[in-house]
């Protein structure tokens, strides 16, 4: 502890006697100064143990003494040291009741005690509480590495939990609650994930002192990783703040988590590498060694049906999609196998696992951003996602064209995931919003419509309530309120125009298909 008033009224070679404030003696003194002005509050910051003779003051005058030891009190002096003997035989009694309305410790300083012993005594418990906090740092260092080798992250944290007196809760990339010490401290950890995304958002280190949740306590956020955005996080909850041997230990175990966050980043690179080579034999129709390279790293992944997922977007909307995926894997402890192909993101993962999940979540997450009015996402950036129906290793090039597709569709809907199951359970028509279709679709009709500008008829809404009726004359005619003659009639102008046969089921087919095209939108 830094030394207290107490401290040095009990010091046996300072002989200090307590004149007034005895019940405040607990306070710490951070220095003690020296100064005879007659106002030294502009010297002073606070803490100080301020020791005068009162050389240039009227000690005996009440009003002066009084206004003195306001400012004193106003500046943050914890206590006064009177010299006795010197200027003055003993305190005057107007400096003692300033000191006790003020309850600002006063001690008596006898004239045998020079100041100078007063201030190596503090200085020398300053320099001792600092050594004995350095010291602690020092262990509490030893005993978190240890713990950090021997019982991993968990362990380390339980470890900073009893050094700081609190809890501490780890965050994995995605800001989700990965591990606590104590386990109780999981409820609350968990209420600070809105704060720790906030400060995923900064580029490290960062760090945030946060009230706790409910004010239960007062807790430190730091970014962990030496990337531009943080690969984890760390919170510390103490009820008061934090002292130096305790900074010392939350911030060796910042480095030690650090450390294993830039490990895990080069495992993690190594890992890709092979789960890229996996894949490529999957997609070539080699599944056998595709197990054989996949061993125990993916080989549980490739026993169960999975999925692939094909995403599409900027490097930074694909890497916070892998966070996620990732994340939500090792959660729930599940092989999931990332690889990054350029501009894209190929995903193997179990059928209905946490990982598919976790990316159908992130996607209607990046739905409901993209609405959002102040969302500015350009189309060409934006993520789009394209996911296969449930497979196995023998069906992995089918269910890749299948994640491909899918994802074709999504950027023509305008999605941000679709899967393949939509697709085969979902009508064609949405297919039709293809530039090409309608370019397809403008040619095939333009005249016609040209035709009809000129009001020499009503080609195209003949020709939509014709092939609507299948062909059939007096319903078509009734639909448009004509004579069957003069739907006959439009027909054959229709055939004219065009140069196409109606009794053609493939020119039907096209012509329906054109008019349900350019009525899209």
């Known amino acids: 502890m830094p030394p207290t008033l107490a401290s040095l009224v009990h010091h046996s070679a300072l002989k200090l006697t307590v004149r007034a404030g005895e019940d405040r003696l607990d306070v710490p003194v951070r220095w003690a100064h020296v100064s005879e002005l007659a106002d030294p509050v502009p010297y002073m910051e606070g803490g100080e143990l301020l020791l005068i003779t009162a050389l240039k003051l009227d000690a005996d005058d009440p009003e002066a003494m009084r206004r003195y030891v306001k400012r004193l009190v106003g500046a943050g002096v914890v206590g006064l040291g009177f010299a006795v003997g010197v200027n003055y035989e003993e305190i005057p009694k107007a400096l003692v009741d300033a000191a006790e309305r003020e309850d600002l410790p ?7 005690t020079p100041f100078l ?26 005993e978190l590495t240890r713990q950090a080798l021997n019982a991993g992250p968990e362990g380390l944290l339980a470890a900073l939990a009893a050094q700081v007196d609190g809890w501490a809760a780890l965050y994995d990339a995605s800001g989700a609650v990965v591990a606590t010490a104590p386990e109780w401290a999981g409820r609350r950890a968990a209420r600070l994930t809105a704060e720790v995304e906030r400060l995923r958002e900064r580029p490290a280190p960062a760090s945030s002192v946060v009230g706790g949740p409910d004010n239960e306590d007062r807790v430190e956020l730091h970014s962990l990783g030496t990337g531009r955005r943080p690969r984890a996080a760390l919170a510390v909850g103490t009820a008061a ?25 080069s495992l993690q690179a190594a890992e890709q590498r092979v789960g890229a080579a996996v894949l490529r034999m ?4 080699q599944p056998d060694h595709a197990r054989g390279v996949a061993g125990d790293l993916y080989g549980g992944l490739l026993d169960a049906p999975f999925r692939i997922i094909v995403a599409d977007a900027g490097a930074e909307l694909l890497a916070h999609l892998a966070e996620a995926v990732e994340s939500a894997a090792a959660r729930a402890g599940e092989a999931v196998l990332v690889v990054p192909e350029g501009e894209r993101l190929v995903v193997l993962a ?22 959002a009015p102040e969302q500015d996402a350009t189309e060409e950036d934006d993520l789009v996602v394209g996911m296969s129906a449930p497979s196995g290793p023998i069906g992995a090039p089918a269910a890749y064209k299948q994640a491909e597709q899918a994802l074709s569709v999504a950027r023509r809907r305008g999605r941000v995931l679709v899967e393949h199951e939509q697709l085969a359970a979902g009508s064609v028509l949405p297919l039709l919003a293809d530039d090409a279709v309608k370019a397809f679709a403008d040619g095939l009709l333009r005249a016609l ?21 299948h062909g059939q004359w007096d319903a078509a005619a009734a639909d448009l ?21 109606l009794d053609d089921p493939d020119a039907r087919m096209e012509l329906w298909l054109a008019l349900k095209a350019t009525s899209a939108d």
């Open 350 to 371: 179990a059928d209905g696992g946490a990982a598919v999940g976790a990316c159908a979540d992130h996607a209607a997450a990046r739905e409901a951003a993209r609405a």
């Open 241 to 265: 703040a934090l002292g130096t041997a305790e900074r010392y230990a939350v911030h060796s175990a910042i480095a030690l988590l650090t450390l294993t966050t830039e490990r895990s980043r």
């Open 282 to 285: 999957l997609l070539a129709g």
């Open 106 to 112: 006063l001690l008596e300083v006898p004239r045998r």
């Open 481 to 501: 309120g004509v004579h069957r003659h003069t739907l006959r009639y439009r027909m054959r102008r229709v055939e004219e125009i065009l140069g196409r046969s």
């Open 449 to 469: 419509y040209e035709h009809d500008a000129t009001g020499r008829g009503d080609l195209v809404a003949s020709l939509r309530a014709w092939l609507s009726r």
């Open 117 to 142: 012993a007063i201030s190596k005594a503090v200085s020398a418990a300053i320099a001792a509480d600092q050594y004995r906090a350095v010291t602690a740092g020092f262990a509490a260092q030893r």
